[in-house]
Structure formats: C-alpha cells, structure tokens
C-alpha cells in the first residue's frame, strides 16, 4: 500500500516542475512581443531628414534677383516704399521650422509681376518611415495636383511620324515652317502644336505677335518634370485672362530635396493690350531662382 501511495506522490511532483518550465518559457516570450511580426529582433528608427530648420524665406532672394524677376522695382520713386518693395512680405507662420514663406508684388508702367516663395520642412511620425520617404510622398502629390500633360512630340516629328515621306515634313519643320497651318497661316493651338517662326523667337515680342496664337504651347515649354534641380522637381506653366482683354502667365517651379520641398509661383500681367508675358523667359527666370535656393540649401 505504502507503495502504491509513492507514485502518484512522484507523478504530481513532475506535473508542477513541467508547469513551472512552461509558464517560464511563456513569461520570457512576452519580452519579444514588443516587436510583433518578428520576435527577437529590435526594429530599427527610420533615418531622420537632412535639414532640421528652414531659411528666412524674404532674405533667401536677393536684390539682383529681384530686380531681374520684377521690373520696375529699381524705379521707384519712393524710398521707403522701394525698401519696402525688395524685403517682401512673409506668409502667416505658426511653426517657422517647419513651413514658410515670402511674397513680393511690383507695378510697373508694362506689367504687375508677383512673386512668392515657399519652404516647406517635412517631418514623419511614423518611427518606419523616414523624413525623405514622408517628403518623397508628399511631393508625389503635389505633381499629380498639377495634373502636369503627357510629354509631346514636337509638330515637325509629328507631322513626320503621319507623313508618308518623313523626311520632307521633318525639313519643313525644321526650317520653321508649320506643315499644320491653316490657308490662314496660324498655327494649331493644341497643346503640342508646333508655333510659327514669330513664336519661336526668343524675344518677349513674339508671342504678342499677329502671326501667332498666344494659347499655342511650345514642347520645350510644356508644363514638366525636371531632372536637373534637387531630388525631383517640375514646372507649370497657366495663361488665363485676368479681365476682358489682359493675360496673366503663371509660371510655378517646386523641387525636393531631402525633407524640404520648395514651390516657387511667379505670375505677370501686362498692363498692354493684346501682349501675352512670355512663357519661355517667365521659366527661364524662375528656374534660375529655383536653382540659386537649393544651392543655398545645399541640394
């Protein structure tokens, strides 16, 4: 009898030493739960952005540059009103580490030029993704807001790719001509639609010329990507009429680097009838403001 009370005693005495293995080998698993998905292993800070603060936005363009962006801010008259001119005026600012902004507006005797710069620093939240994948994201955005076009052919190749003998159209194009003009002899005002020779001359003149159509876009001059400033960046490029008979250009240039993202608007109306600001000079200033701020940032 005594026997037989031995080995139920020795059973009951294995049952909690294996009880007591269990709970331990349970109570240590609850220190990896910390990382779920992967236990055991510490989940690494996502890299935070290169810039931690931003720059004074109506101190980061400088007078040169506003004298060549704004006419007729050297002629002012007034002294103070001239000072007042060049230092701009900043946006409404609740966090200046994280989104600034300046803007300048000029009248002159040919046109109303506006300016405005934006700095914009982006921070994520999210311990996984780093500042530049949150700024990476957001700028995406900001590119499928402008709805930029498809990229186009020029008219000549156009022209060349629908003619049975390519190479005739091609020359036609390139010696200027429009192999899509009408008997009237203006172009086609699509948004690929090759302009005529008027058009194609630099000067700020042409556009307002009757030969061409100030709604004809120009394919280097086509609202685009830019692979040439910061990180990523594009150009867009409005004519609206502001009033009966005047034309406002508004020209917007944004580019990323890093975790700042940087959008530039430069907008002229000229105050003479029938004149269209020109779109290839309005870009080409804009882009070399674009260009000088992320120098300064270091991008």
């Not at 037989?4 to 049952?15: E, I, N, T, W």
């Not at 720059?55 to 000072?83: M, W, Y």
């Not at 001119?85 to 300048?104: F, I, Q, S």
């Amino acid at each position: 009898m005594q026997r037989k009370a031995y080995v139920p005693g020795v059973a009951a005495l294995l049952a909690a030493l294996l009880a007591g293995c269990t709970g331990g080998s349970e109570g240590g698993a609850t220190a990896d739960d910390s990382n779920p998905g992967q236990p055991g292993v510490a989940t690494e800070a996502a890299e935070p952005g290169k810039y931690r603060t931003l720059p004074e936005p109506c101190g980061a363009v400088g007078d040169k540059t506003l004298d060549a962006l704004l006419p007729g801010i050297e002629e002012i008259a007034d002294e103070e009103q001239r000072e007042k001119a060049y230092a701009g005026e900043p946006t409404l600012a609740y966090d200046t580490d994280r989104k600034v902004g300046c803007r300048w507006k000029v009248e002159s005797a040919q046109a109303t030029n506006h300016l405005f710069v934006d700095f914009e620093r982006v921070v994520s939240y999210d311990g996984a993704v780093s500042d530049d994948s949150e700024a990476e994201q957001l700028f995406a955005k900001q590119v499928e807001a402008a709805d930029l076009p498809e990229p186009v052919v020029s008219g000549s190749e156009s022209a060349a790719s629908d003619s049975p003998s390519g190479s005739s159209s091609l020359s036609a194009g390139e010696s200027g001509g429009s192999t899509d003009a009408g008997p009237s002899g203006e172009p086609p005002t699509g948004a690929g639609g090759t302009p005529s020779s008027s058009a194609s001359a630099p000067s700020s003149s042409a556009s307002s010329s009757t030969g061409a159509s100030p709604d004809a876009t120009p394919a280097e001059v086509q609202p685009r990507l830019l692979d040439d400033l910061g990180d990523e960046a594009f150009v867009d490029d409005t004519l609206s009429n502001s009033g009966s008979t005047a034309k406002r250009r508004t020209v917007t240039v944004a580019f990323r680097t890093s975790n700042v993202m940087v959008t530039i608007e430069y907008a002229e109306q000229s105050a003479m009838f029938g004149v269209v600001p020109d779109s290839e000079e309005m870009q080409d200033k804009a882009r070399k403001l674009a260009s000088q701020l992320a120098d300064s940032l270091g991008g």
